[in-house]
């Protein structure tokens, strides 16, 4: 059995939300979270292995760039269990 490339994945997959809609919707999100933490305080920042984790990077760095410190950590979980 061979891995299926990413080239064949897309080929049967249906895209929701171009790379534009993530975009605003990070730099939505980054400005209201950003907001809630005006007071100073650091949020802890969890992010769910592995699927996850590009999102939870592009918002990271979006939080960073407007000033907001984080506490990070992760957990994994799986459908398989």
Known sequence: M????????????RVLFDRQALEAAITRMAGEIRGAYADGEVPLYITVMNGGLPF???LAFALGERGLDLEFDYLHATRYR
């Open 56 to 58: 939870a990077a592009q």
């Open 2 to 13: 061979s891995t299926p490339t990413l080239a064949a994945a897309l080929e049967n997959a």
